[in-house]
């Protein structure tokens, strides 16, 4: 699960489908990947940090940790 990904978009009132429009994937998809169920792809790491997060470092985001979030 990618709890840092998951704390910034909340943080920054982001919303998993504004996040699967800019990577051009379904809202599930996202789901699936913000979960850990699948990976993101290096190009839509890149994407979501550019564009979503320039001020976190890339690798903090998508870096995964062992955890619950409330759904």
């Keep these: 699960m990618l709890l840092h990904l998951i704390t910034a978009m909340d943080v920054k009132n982001i919303s998993t489908l504004a996040l699967a429009q800019l990577i051009g994937t379904t809202e599930k998809t996202a789901y699936n990947k913000i979960r850990g169920i699948t990976d993101f792809t290096m190009p839509e ?27």
């Design 45 to 71: 790491a890149v994407k979501i940090k550019v564009n979503m997060f320039p001020e976190y470092d890339l690798c903090y985001l998508f870096e995964p940790v062992k955890g619950e979030v409330a759904v």
